[in-house]
């Protein structure tokens, strides 16, 4: 799963980088508004973590730009402790969510998860196909109650077509949300990778429709 982070405190941006990496994540990041923009309007993302005080351009504009181009991705907008104004303007323009500096990491991450999946439209923390289930909390995989060991680029592919389960999805749209964009992305590399997942979680719970990717079925 992928998430642009748009913050122009370089310490606090350093931190949620850290964080979002060690909870799974591939993480874009931007210190202005101007960067923020181009990257939410070029590049597809899981989630986005958008400051609304950002030099060049406000991040209240960011994101009504973004929706009026039909960007739909979950935003969570961060704000000042008494910017009650702001918290409103950012949900008037399309935010998802909103959260008041300073806050608690943790926080953070549960408000993140929920947006994710709320977008794919799963209620639950854990998903569950078959006898694999997949904890989006800790970020974590078990097959038949017993823990299942992955790489992070293991973890993103299956954690994206999960949470898309019963839906076909292209390898170009894998690549798109399991690499950040400094990654030097190859799409032939997803085979790889499911064919890895496959050996570790059973041949059948990841389908090739063949010419057009991979499907995870319902149950």
């Known amino acids: ?7 122009d405190e370089p310490r606090l941006t350093l931190q949620l980088e850290r964080a979002l990496q060690a909870a799974g994540y591939a993480v874009d990041t931007a210190h202005d508004g101007e960067r923020g923009h181009l ?3 070029t590049e597809e993302y899981d989630v986005v973590v ?4 950002l030099p060049r351009l406000d991040g209240v504009t960011v994101l009504r730009q973004w929706r009026a181009a039909g960007r739909t991705m979950p935003v969570l907008v961060l704000t000042a402790r008494d910017g009650w104004s702001e918290k409103v303007a950012g949900l008037d323009a399309g935010a998802d969510d909103y959260l008041t ?4 990491t943790e926080e953070l991450l549960a408000r993140l998860r929920a947006l994710i999946r709320r977008a794919a439209g799963q209620a639950e923390p854990e ?12 970020a974590t995989v078990t097959r038949g109650g017993e823990p299942v060991s992955l790489t992070a680029h293991e973890y993103r592919v299956l954690a ?5 389960k ?3 999805v292209s390898r170009a749209e894998l690549t798109e949300h399991v690499y950040a964009q400094d990654f030097d992305r190859d799409s032939n590399t997803i085979e790889v990778f499911v064919g890895r997942l496959r050996r570790k979680l059973g041949a059948g719970l990841i389908c090739t ?6 499907r995870v079925p319902e149950a």
């Open 166 to 168: 019963g839906k076909v």
């Open 101 to 104: 500096k300073p806050f608690n």
């Open 1 to 7: 799963m992928r998430v642009l982070v748009v913050e």
């Open 160 to 164: 994206y077509l999960m949470l898309h």
């Open 127 to 138: 998903v569950r196909v078959g006898d694999v289930t997949l904890d989006t909390r800790a």
């Open 209 to 214: 429709v063949r010419g057009l990717g991979y």
């Open 39 to 41: 990257l939410g309007e």
């Open 50 to 53: 958008l400051d609304l005080g």
